[in-house]
C-alpha cells in the first residue's frame, strides 16, 4: 500500500493478522510526557500485517503517561490524532484489549519471556540512549527477533512500512543500520529525510538527504544510502549482529549525536564495518521535536535543546576527533554571540555551561 496519499490508509481495525512466521522485528518507542503521539503511533504500528514485538519505554516521565498507556490498551482511551489528513493512519482504533506486559526497569534483565507488547516503567529520564537501551536489552532476550526498530514517539507509520524495513534489512548483506523515508506529519507531501544525513566534521553540521523536498522527487535509493553518514534516529532500525559487534548506544550522550556516533563506531571496525540500508518502501510521518523544543530553525530551539546540542557535538569530537575539539570549542562562542544577538540571553548561557562542562 502506498503512503503517498494518508487518506489511502484506512484499513479495517482488528488485531494483528496472523501470520505464519514468528516475529522477527523488534520495536523501541520512548515515551517522555508525550502519552498522547505514544498512542497515536501505537495504534498506527499495530495496524500492520507484520508481527512483530513492541516495547514501550516511560522514560521517567513524572506524569501519568504510564496510565494513560494502560488506559489505551484496556479500551478506554482512544488514540486522538492532531491532523484530520493523518487520522486514517491511526483511527478507528485497533480492537481492545490490546494485551500489555509491564516491567519495571530494574526487571528488564530477568527471565520474563518477551511479550508482543510490553510496557517498561524507568523512575528516570534515562535520555535518548538509555531510553531505547532500555527497550533493546528486553527485546535482545528474544533470540527470533534478528532487527530492531527505534521509532520516535511523535511518529506515525503507514501501514507497509514495517514490511518495507524488514524486507530491505533481509535483503541487504551484513545490514547494520537502515532507516526509511521520513516525511513531515504536518506537511505530508514534504520529506523530512531520505534515510538521514550528511555530516560535516569541521563544522559539526548536518544536511538531510532530500530535506524539504517534495514527497514525489525521483531519487536513487542506493545514492541515498551510499550518502548517508548516519541514519536518523526517529526511525532508525539496526540488526543484532550491528549491536553484538558495534554495541549499544553511548548513554553519556544523552541527547543528540548518538546516531552519529553508532555510525562512526560502525566504520572503526574495518574490513568488519557493517552495511548502511535504505528502506525506500518505507514511509514514517515525525511530528519533529515535540518533547525538547529542538525546531529546525535554530532561532526556534530552546535552551534545552541548545545546550545539549553543544555539550553532545564536543562529546562526540572528544571521542573520534580530538585534532578537531578546540575548533568546535571555538564555536560554541560563536554560537553563544549569535544568541546574545538575538536576544536570547537564556539559550546563549545553556551553550556556555556545555562549553565549560556544566550541568544544564
Known amino acids: 500500500m502506498s ?9 479495517t481495525p482488528g488485531a494483528l493478522a496472523p501470520s505464519p512466521l514468528p516475529p522477527l522485528l523488534g520495536v523501541v518507542i520512548v515515551n517522555y510526557r508525550g502519552a498522547a503521539d505514544t498512542i497515536e503511533c501505537l495504534e498506527s504500528l499495530l495496524r500492520s500485517p507484520l508481527p512483530m514485538k513492541i516495547v514501550v519505554v ?15 490498551a484496556g479500551g478506554t482511551l482512544d488514540a486522538v ?5 493523518m487520522a486514517a493512519f491511526s483511527t478507528p482504533p485497533v480492537a481492545k484489549p490490546v494485551p500489555l506486559a509491564e516491567l519495571e526497569d530494574s526487571s528488564v534483565s530477568t527471565g520474563e519471556p518477551v511479550a508482543p507488547l510490553t510496557l517498561i516503567v524507568s523512575e528516570t529520564n534515562r535520555g535518548f540512549a538509555g531510553g531505547n537501551n532500555l ?8 533470540n527470533q527477533l534478528k532487527h530492531f526498530w527505534l521509532l520516535n514517539n511523535d511518529t506515525v507509520v503507514a501501514p507497509d512500512a514495517a514490511m518495507g524495513l524488514l524486507s530491505r534489512m533481509m535483503a541487504t548483506p551484513r545490514v547494520g543500520m537502515c532507516g526509511t523515508v521520513v516525511r513531515h506529519y504536518w506537511t505530508p507531501d514534504r520529506i523530512q529525510a531520505l534515510n ?3 555530516y ?6 548536518s544536511r538531510s538527504l532530500g530535506g524539504g523536498q517534495p514527497a514525489t522527487i525521483r531519487y ?10 548516519f541514519v536518523l534516529g526517529a526511525s532508525l532500525a539496526v540488526s543484532r549482529g550491528f549491536l553484538g559487534e558495534v554495541g549499544l548506544m553511548q548513554e553519556d550522550y544523552f541527547l543528540y549525536f548518538e546516531e552519529i556516533d553508532w555510525a562512526v563506531r560502525n566504520s572503526k571496525l574495518g574490513s568488519h564495518t557493517y552495511e548502511t540500508a535504505f528502506a525506500h518502501g518505507a514511509t514514517v510521518f515525525h511530528k519533529a521535536g515535540r518533547s525538547i523544543g529542538s525546531g529546525s530553525a535554530r532561532f526556534k530551539r530552546s535552551a534545552f535543546a541548545d545546550y545539549w546540542l553543544a555539550r553532545s557535538r564536543l562529546r562526540f569530537t572528544w571521542r573520534h576527533y580530538r585534532w578537531l575539539w578546540p575548533l568546535h570549542w571555538l564555536i560554541c ?10 536576544r536570547q540571553g537564556r539559550n546563549g548561557r545553556a551553550i556556555m555551561s556545555a562549553a565549560f562542562g556544566r550541568p544544564y
Open 58 to 72: 516511560e522514560n521517567g516521565s513524572g506524569d501519568d503517561s504510564a496510565d494513560r498507556l494502560r488506559a489505551w
Open 220 to 229: 536513487s535509493p542506493q545514492d541515498v544510502a551510499d550518502a548517508t553518514d
Open 196 to 198: 538521514g544525513s550528511s
Open 200 to 205: 560535516n566534521i569541521f563544522t559539526g553540521t
Open 333 to 342: 562562542w560563536a554560537q553563544i554571540l549569535r544568541r546574545l544577538v538575538r
Open 3 to 11: 503512503a503517498a496519499n494518508p487518506e489511502a490508509a484506512a484499513r
Open 135 to 142: 527497550g533493546l536489552r528486553h527485546l535482545l532476550r528474544d
Open 81 to 85: 490524532p492532531e491532523s484530520s489528513e
